[in-house]
């Protein structure tokens, strides 16, 4: 048995009204008592306590993470500053900065915009063929 199971045991059986074991059996700063310390700091880890993080790291919350990480909607609050101001710039100028942003590539061009094809009407008109045929085929 070694020393200390045997001071605890008689620390144990003691009467209690005796108080603290015999001075003989206690021993003072040197001696054995720091060899134990050494002994109690090579023990084997709590099991509440992880090595491998580093000192003073505090463990956080997985839940608490994953609601800071979140994706928080801005909609809201976009479309309330959006609406707040009523200053409308001018259509060329907007048009302006559409264009000093807009790409090179011809993907980031806009599509071409087709001119609007007027109906294209004959300069004849039904009598003119009339008269044509006849001149032509010699039909009356």
Do not use: C
């Amino acid at each position: 048995m070694s020393a200390s199971l045997l001071r605890r045991g008689l620390e144990l059986l003691e009467a209690p009204g005796r108080g603290k074991a015999l001075p003989a059996l206690q021993r003072g700063r040197d001696g054995l008592r720091a060899a134990g310390t050494v002994r109690r700091r090579k023990r084997a880890p709590d099991p509440g306590r992880n090595k491998a993080t580093v000192k003073g790291r505090v463990v956080k919350s997985a839940i608490e993470e994953y609601h800071k990480k979140k994706a928080v909607n801005h909609l809201r609050e976009n479309l309330q500053y959006m609406l707040k101001g009523r200053f409308v710039a001018d259509k060329a100028i907007t048009e302006q900065v559409l264009a000093q942003n807009r790409g090179r590539k011809s993907k980031d061009q806009p599509p071409k915009k087709a001119a609007k094809k007027k109906p294209e009407g004959t300069v004849f008109t039904e009598e003119d063929f009339r008269k044509f045929e006849r001149e032509y085929f010699g039909r009356p």
